[in-house]
């Protein structure tokens, strides 16, 4: 090394060893994968937008409801609410009167029964029920069916009870 390298500034330096190594770059082939920073970028970007290309164009209201509720996760939820909401539409008039939807997670729709023998029933009838509903989706939605049935009496009155069988003990 001379006197003379030593003296040179290092950012000629370093803008000499960069240009150098695209050289040799570009004698191998290689080329540019990272946008270039500055201006450049903002000019090619002005150039190559342009009306009526892919994701410009306004949507319908529709669609762009339609696109919220699948980015949201909603739209399964919603499809279960337009089917319970014509719950007896789908399920017909005497299941209908029996039975109401409680509740739709993770696959799994929970039904209320207004008799034991109607939960009976249901539990039964759980396979033809679901293979109808998920026919209204055109898709497997539902994966299974929970029949709940009426709620029982309480015997507990107040704040404060006793173990035990309480007054049922003197019935019979």
């Known amino acids: 090394m ?9 950012r000629l330096v370093a803008k000499e060893a960069m240009d150098r190594a695209r050289a040799s770059a570009r004698q191998r082939g ?20 342009q009306p ?17 509720m699948r980015r949201m996760g909603w739209a399964e939820q919603l499809e279960v609410s337009g089917v319970t909401g014509r719950w007896r539409e789908v399920v017909g008039d005497q299941i209908a009167d029996h039975c109401e939807p ?3 997670d ?11 023998a109607w939960a009976t029933q249901l539990t039964i009838m759980s396979g033809q029920v679901r293979h109808r509903i998920n ?22 009155k107040g704040p404060r009870t006793v173990k035990g069988r309480g007054p049922r003990d003197t019935y019979g």
Do not use: H, N
């Open 106 to 116: 993770g696959g799994i729709l929970t039904v209320k029964a207004s008799s034991t």
């Open 135 to 156: 026919e209204e989706f055109g898709r497997e939605i539902v994966r299974e069916i929970k029949v709940r049935g009426p709620a029982t009496r309480s015997w507990t």
């Open 102 to 104: 409680l509740g739709f």
């Open 2 to 10: 001379t006197d003379e390298d030593d003296r040179k500034d290092p």
């Open 30 to 49: 290689a080329y540019r994968t990272s946008p270039k920073v500055g201006r450049a970028t903002a000019k090619q970007k002005r150039r190559s937008s």
């Open 52 to 68: 009526f290309m892919g994701g410009r164009d306004p949507l319908t209201m529709s669609d762009a409801v339609d696109t919220l």
